[in-house]
């Protein structure tokens, strides 16, 4: 495991070989060399120059440092660069608590230097007229290319090279409780707001002028649709260009289609839950099925072509709040769901109905699970965030055989923590950077790929 945070002085360790070899020999063999140490010292009657030389190693000493540890007073939490080969981060002026990645045209599998990056993202102002959405450009990214020679003090040299932002934005009235962009031509973006209201925003504009090439001016939202009070859930179809399916905190989801004119219909309510729809994922390869998760600990599959109060099916996913899914896009039959006891659970669709037992489940997060995504270019691997300040990432096609046991509590499907943010919201890949992840915190923005990648 590779947390990005370290105690003052320590060895980041990830699944590489070489990193673990580098941990191995810092832990293991440490303390026999003091050992011998302390015995040769012994023997040429210099007891006290050893105990003075033990205090000062003990000031050096190299700890990995793993979630729910505890620091000391003489102790700091050090970001280790060389766990890195893409580092970056920024602000707003204000948070921006929900984004989505810009699919640009500069190609796909992108991985040499410099990276950019296109986000849209909407604030959490403190006042309602103070919020916008926005769509940022992050160029400049260095990717570096490490190597066993490598050593901290170079690594953070390197890391002073700030990438370039640039922005546009909208006002939007009240604060995005989330925001979506559509997976077609185009750059249509969704917004929930907190008072209420859902809009559909023509967000290309932005792009274009972003890229060098027309105008920046978007002036409203091209259609707006209020609902009797707030909600969170929100997705569109991969399959049919622009489906879109909102869920509120009355339990209540609706399905959008567009019509013409910039028009969309809005049909519904899916009413089954008991409690607040937290999040909504269509299918990825059926157009009329999506899935939803609730307070209600429930997470239900639906068929958008049944009547709005029909379930197809209802899995009793956990013991407390679900809070995110998301669908497999290669193996359309796996689903994961995270929930508020900080546990995140990934179940076989094709068996669910008939006995509904998770295939995997994982309880490393201590805090509620915030995000979870699978990886679009790797099947088995997945981003998890959580409310303990923790984006964390995961491979589940690693076996308890496969891999070397790095701590007790650590299960062997972890392969990095990232630590360093602060009420972390969001976490996702971007399907056009290999192992490139992009996190939001109340504390900013954080856009990485780590050496396990």
């Not at 590779?2 to 191995?24: F, Q, T």
């Given at each position: 495991?590779a947390?990005?945070?370290?105690?003052?002085?320590?060895?980041?360790?990830?699944?590489?070989?070489e990193?673990?070899?580098?941990?191995?020999?810092?832990?293991?063999n440490?303390?026999?060399?003091?050992?011998?140490?302390?015995?040769?010292?012994?023997e040429?009657?210099?007891?006290?120059?050893?105990?003075?030389?033990?205090?000062?190693?003990?000031?050096?000493?190299?700890?990995?440092?793993?979630?729910?540890g505890?620091?000391?007073?003489?102790?700091?939490?050090v970001?280790?660069?060389?766990?890195?080969?893409?580092q970056?981060?920024?602000?707003?002026e204000?948070?921006?608590?929900?984004?989505?990645?810009?699919?640009?045209?500069l190609?796909?599998?992108?991985?040499?230097?410099?990276?950019?990056?296109?986000?849209?993202?909407?604030?959490?102002?403190?006042?309602?007229?103070?919020?916008?959405?926005?769509?940022?450009?992050?160029?400049?990214?260095?990717?570096?290319?490490?190597?066993?020679?490598?050593?901290?003090?170079?690594?953070?040299?390197?890391?002073?090279?700030?990438?370039?932002?640039?922005?546009r934005?909208v006002?939007?009235?009240?604060?995005?409780?989330?925001?979506?962009?559509a997976?077609h031509?185009?750059?249509i973006?969704?917004?929930?707001?907190?008072?209420?209201?859902?809009?559909?925003?023509?967000?290309g504009p932005?792009?274009?002028s972003?890229?060098?090439s027309?105008?920046?001016?978007?002036?409203?939202?091209?259609?707006t649709?209020?609902?009797?009070?707030?909600?969170?859930a929100?997705?569109?179809?991969p399959?049919?260009?622009?489906?879109?399916a909102?869920g509120?905190?009355?339990?209540?989801?609706?399905v959008?289609?567009?019509?013409?004119?910039?028009k969309?219909?809005?049909?519904?309510?899916?009413?089954g839950?008991?409690?607040?729809?937290?999040?909504?994922?269509?299918?990825?390869?059926?157009?009329?099925v999506?899935?939803?998760?609730?307070s209600?600990?429930?997470?239900?599959?639906?068929d958008?072509r049944?009547?709005?109060?029909?379930?197809a099916?209802?899995i009793?996913a956990?013991?407390?709040?679900?809070?995110?899914?998301?669908?497999?896009?290669?193996?359309q039959?796996?689903l994961?769901?995270?929930a508020?006891?900080?546990?995140?659970?990934?179940?076989?669709?094709r068996?669910?109905?008939?006995?509904?037992?998770?295939i995997?489940?994982?309880?490393?997060?201590?805090?509620?699970?915030t995000?979870?995504e699978?990886?679009?270019?790797?099947?088995?691997?997945?981003?998890?965030?959580?409310a303990?300040?923790?984006?964390?990432?995961?491979?589940?096609?690693?076996?308890?055989d496969?891999?070397?046991?790095?701590?007790p509590?650590?299960?062997?499907?972890?392969?990095?923590?990232?630590?360093?943010?602060e009420?972390?919201?969001?976490?996702?890949?971007?399907p056009q950077?290999?192992?490139?992840?992009?996190s939001?915190?109340e504390?900013?923005f954080?856009?990485?790929?780590?050496?396990?990648a």
């Amino acid at each position: 495991v590779a947390p990005a945070y370290r105690l003052e002085s320590c060895i980041m360790a990830s699944n590489s070989d070489e990193a673990k070899a580098a941990a191995d020999f810092d832990w293991d063999n440490m303390e026999d060399e003091e050992e011998e140490e302390e015995e040769q010292m012994q023997e040429d009657g210099d007891g006290d120059q050893m105990q003075q030389d033990g205090e000062d190693d003990d000031e050096g000493e190299e700890k990995v440092f793993l979630p729910g540890g505890n620091l000391d007073e003489d102790e700091e939490l050090v970001c280790d660069p060389t766990a890195y080969l893409v580092q970056a981060e920024f602000t707003t002026e204000w948070p921006c608590l929900s984004f989505d990645i810009v699919r640009d045209t500069l190609g796909n599998g992108r991985d040499q230097t410099p990276l950019t990056a296109y986000i849209a993202c909407g604030t959490q102002a403190v006042q309602a007229n103070q919020n916008a959405v926005y769509m940022i450009k992050v160029s400049g990214m260095v990717v570096h290319q490490r190597s066993e020679d490598d050593n901290e003090e170079d690594a953070s040299d390197e890391e002073d090279e700030a990438p370039e932002l640039n922005m546009r934005e909208v006002p939007h009235r009240g604060g995005v409780n989330r925001l979506r962009l559509a997976p077609h031509p185009g750059h249509i973006a969704a917004t929930w707001s907190e008072t209420g209201k859902v809009h559909i925003w023509d967000l290309g504009p932005f792009y274009n002028s972003l890229e060098g090439s027309g105008g920046a001016r978007v002036d409203r939202a091209l259609f707006t649709h209020a609902f009797g009070g707030e909600g969170f859930a929100m997705d569109w179809s991969p399959v049919v260009p622009y489906k879109l399916a909102t869920g509120d905190g009355s339990g209540g989801i609706h399905v959008w289609n567009k019509m013409e004119a910039g028009k969309w219909g809005v049909s519904g309510p899916f009413a089954g839950h008991a409690g607040s729809v937290e999040d909504i994922q269509w299918s990825p390869n059926e157009g009329n099925v999506f899935a939803s998760c609730s307070s209600d600990k429930t997470v239900k599959i639906w068929d958008a072509r049944q009547a709005p109060a029909r379930v197809a099916v209802s899995i009793e996913a956990h013991t407390c709040d679900v809070n995110v899914i998301s669908w497999n896009r290669q193996e359309q039959h796996l689903l994961v769901s995270g929930a508020d006891d900080g546990r995140f659970s990934v179940w076989d669709l094709r068996t669910v109905q008939r006995k509904p037992e998770t295939i995997a489940s994982f309880q490393w997060h201590r805090d509620a699970i915030t995000s979870v995504e699978w990886n679009p270019a790797d099947a088995s691997s997945l981003v998890v965030s959580g409310a303990d300040d923790q984006v964390t990432l995961w491979d589940l096609a690693v076996e308890a055989d496969d891999a070397r046991e790095v701590a007790p509590d650590v299960p062997p499907q972890l392969l990095f923590i990232h630590q360093g943010q602060e009420n972390v919201k969001e976490a996702k890949w971007h399907p056009q950077l290999p192992g490139v992840v992009i996190s939001t915190a109340e504390s900013g923005f954080n856009i990485f790929k780590t050496i396990s990648a």
